[in-house]
């Protein structure tokens, strides 16, 4: 079946240090990847919408500069949390699409931030 | 402007009932939705989705929601709920152009009293 693994589950950094998670996808192939962030006690904002051979999409108040997204292959992805502060914390979780054009998550990075 | 709205912050029921999410929406075009699943602490797992055809689509678990046009409405349905159904339930909504993009309302924390 088609899953979705994503690491780490869980991480801490300090304020103004950088993290990297990645997304790996096995039995499908991901052509395009969307990125999101749970902040707390809120719902999943889109950040970026990555597809194969096109140009990452960045939305409104998420830029290239603070969340580098790679996309190299139909099975992977990655982003980085660049000087990450107190309000970059949350779960961030990728999407990548597959057959039936379903979303499928994995099961998130939650970041901390001290 | 694209938005999904949850009515119910919270729902709270006896093991055993009946229970309905409300998720409203509001979209130009031709959509596509699905619901998700998140329990404490987890990413999102998809429950089902609604591109076309029949608007009462079957989900995972016994969950069934029910696409309505003139309502502009899929909400999600369980006739019996268990202990274990307890967790925030999300829909989202996307535009069936291509663009994965979706947006998801603010969630719905069901609490399921044994």
């Known amino acids: 079946g088609a899953l979705v693994y994503q690491y780490p589950r869980r991480t801490i950094c300090k304020s103004g240090t950088s993290m990297r998670m990645e997304c790996q996808a096995v039995g499908f192939q991901a052509t395009s990847v969307a990125w999101y962030r749970q902040s707390p006690q809120k719902t999943f904002e889109l950040i970026a919408l990555s597809t194969v051979n096109s140009a990452i999409k960045y939305e409104q108040n998420f830029t290239q500069e603070k969340f580098p997204i790679s996309h190299p292959n139909l099975s992977f992805s990655s982003m980085t949390v660049l000087n990450a502060y107190l309000e970059d914390r949350g779960l961030y979780l990728c999407?990548?699409?597959?057959?039936?054009?379903?979303?499928?998550f994995g099961h998130g990075t939650k970041l901390s931030v001290l | 402007t694209q938005t999904v709205s949850q009515s119910d912050a919270h729902v709270t029921v006896f093991e055993g009932d009946s229970v309905e999410l409300r998720c409203n929406y509001s979209y130009g075009g031709s959509i596509y939705l699905s619901w998700y699943i998140q329990h404490h602490g987890h990413g999102l797992q998809f429950l089902l989705k609604?591109?076309?055809?029949?608007?009462v689509v079957q989900g995972v678990n016994g969950f069934e929601a029910e696409f309505s046009k003139s309502d502009s409405s899929f909400h999600l349905r369980k006739a019996s709920v268990h202990w274990s159904d307890s967790a925030v339930y999300f829909c989202a909504v996307r535009s069936n152009t291509g663009n994965y993009k979706y947006v998801f309302g603010a969630g719905t924390r069901l609490k399921v009293i044994a």
């Open positions: 609604y591109y076309s055809g029949n608007p």
């Open positions: 999407g990548a699409v597959g057959d039936n054009e379903r979303l499928f």
